[in-house]
């Protein structure tokens, strides 16, 4: 294996280089084992940085022959305190070259920005943890607690063959851990402030939905289509999945979601009451953030896939639709009580995959050390909790009781429109904020 150049002791010179170099491991997953690619190649080169510098690196595929994932722990002052698991995923979602300004896989620094994908999700927060995780040992730098750095497989697609394999089958990896981060939260919001100027919140994820994809199955009987079927598989499935797709599940609002809103009333000066059948539009004032604040307070079903038929003139037996569903913490038996009500009776569901919802506190010696971190580099910052719409590695380190947060820290320009970029077409992340969150991801754990 060769290292590569320009990984230096500096984190904040160093990470724009590394993740221009992640970006240019195609890692693509696909959701199928023959077509995903790269996390193998791009493990072992990880790998090669950590034992450069004398890490003890394990390597290890979780579940299928090239799903590479890579281990490194470094012992702190008190190995007796929990240890903190940093944890970033490899993998990303494909991209169509022919839609990107930049080829998707170029790994591209021009304008300010970082191209490719992946540059948000996450191999920004994987160059982070390199460069630290070099400096740390270079420097001889001893964390307060143990460290243990997790470069992981197939987060895209749930990570069947990824951390959830190795939470079944190697737990031992975990040993001592009581608390984790990784993505998506230590991004920065503008927000205009009631007294005039602005201020920066860092908005850290405690808590996200349910990750839910189910498939609904409608069987008929088949025949000519020619002949009248009051008994259509396909026609029964789309009424349900058009249900399904038109449905408004009720808002809820958590307590993780109104601690948010409440920050943001008191820095701006609007009002988010909780009760007020009108909460969603007063959200539409805080502009392009509001897309994901929108999607946490009330649990949703988007049909995304339809199955059926072989031959336009023959009426099939089964037709399928697929469901992506994400769920609000607590919300699960009401949830599937309302889809039931909803698909009726001759449409039956059953979960493809089903990771349930997670939530924290925002309180602790850990946050304090995010604050502080964020603090020493940006003096008018202010952290607070959100909770996310989607689901992460997160859901599989929670069953082993590790308190999880999202802290990728990265200070934003007031007019990028963040949540877009994610699994989006040009996905870039500004050169600045990369450095930012290298100088910051140095200092929190350096002080965690």
Known sequence: MTVATGVGPDPVDAVVDVVSRLIRFDTSNTGDLDTTKGEAECARWIAAQLEDVGYQVEYL??????????????????????ALLIHGHLDVVPAEAADWSVHPFSGAVEDGYVWGRGAVDMKDMVGM?????????????????DLVFAFLADEENGGRYGSHWLVDNRPDLFDGVTEAVGEVGGFSLTVPRREGGERRL???????????????????????????HDHNAVTALA?????LGRHRFPLVPTDTVMQFLT????????????????LEGAIEKLGPIARI???????????????????????PAIAEAMVDCR??????????????????????????????SYETSFDGDLVDAMNSALLAVDPDARTVPYMLSGGTDAKAFARLGIRCFGFTPLRLPPELDFSALFHGVDERVPVDA????????SRFLTHC
């Open 61 to 82: 595929e979780s579940g299928a022959p090239g799903r590479g994932n890579v281990f490194a722990r470094l012992a702190g002052a008190d190995s007796s305190r929990g």
């Open 129 to 145: 943890m390199i460069v630290v995780a070099r400096q740390f040992r270079r420097a001889g730098i001893v964390p307060p607690r």
């Open 202 to 228: 860092y908005l850290i994820e405690t808590a996200e939905k349910g990750l839910q994809w189910m498939r609904l199955t409608a069987r008929g009987r088949a025949g000519h289509g020619s002949m009248v």
């Open 239 to 243: 009424e349900a999945v058009a249900r």
């Open 263 to 278: 920050a943001i009333g008191e820095e701006t000066g609007h009002s988010f009451d909780a009760d007020s059948p009108d």
């Open 293 to 315: 604040v929108k999607a946490t307070l009330r649990d949703t079903a988007n049909p995304t896939m339809l199955k059926a038929g072989y031959k336009a003139n023959v009426v």
């Open 327 to 356: 769920v609000l913490p607590g919300r699960q038996a009401a949830f599937e009580a309302e889809i039931d009500e909803l698909i009726g009776p001759d449409v039956t569901r059953e979960w493809v995959t089903d990771l349930p």
């Open 434 to 441: 990369l450095r930012f969150g290298a100088d910051v991801m």
